[in-house]
C-alpha cells in the first residue's frame, strides 16, 4: 500500500514563496510519475504541475508556468513543489499522487495525498 503525505502549506501574502513536500512510504516513486494538483472551494481539481521520476522531465500548467518548480529527491523518496511569486489564485488544498504516466488528468494517478493548504493573502 502506497502512502503520500504531503507538507509545507501554509497562510502567506502574495508574492511570497513556499516549498511543498511530498512523501512516499511503502513503494519508491522510481518508474512512475508524480503529479500535483489543487482545488479551491467550489472549484474542480486542476492540474498543477508532473515530473516523470526517472527522467526527471516536468510539465507544468499554464498558470503557474515560470513560477512553479516541481523537483525529487532520489534518496529521500520525495518531491517538491517550489512555488514562489504566490498569487491569490494560488490558493487550495494541493495534494500529490502518483501514476503510471506524465499525465494532466487526475484520474488517471492511482495514488493520493491527503492534501496541504495553501492560502495566499493580497
Known amino acids: 500500500q502506497v502512502q503520500l503525505v504531503e507538507s509545507g502549506g501554509g497562510l502567506v501574502q502574495a508574492g511570497a514563496s513556499l516549498r511543498l513536500s511530498c512523501a512516499a512510504s511503502g513503494r519508491t516513486f522510481s518508474g512512475y510519475a508524480v503529479g500535483w494538483f489543487r482545488q479551491a472551494p467550489g472549484k474542480e481539481r486542476e492540474f498543477v504541475a508532473t515530473i516523470s521520476w526517472s527522467a526527471g522531465n516536468t510539465y507544468y500548467s499554464d498558470s503557474v508556468k515560470g513560477r512553479f518548480t516541481m523537483s525529487r529527491d532520489d534518496a529521500k523518496n520525495t518531491v517538491y513543489l517550489q512555488m514562489n511569486s504566490l498569487k491569490p489564485e494560488d490558493t487550495g488544498v494541493y495534494y500529490c499522487?502518483?501514476?503510471?504516466?506524465?499525465?494532466?488528468?487526475?484520474?488517471?494517478?492511482?495514488?493520493w495525498g491527503q492534501g496541504t493548504q495553501v492560502t495566499v493573502s493580497s
Open positions: 499522487a502518483s501514476g503510471l504516466y506524465l499525465d494532466r488528468v487526475a484520474d488517471n494517478y492511482n495514488y
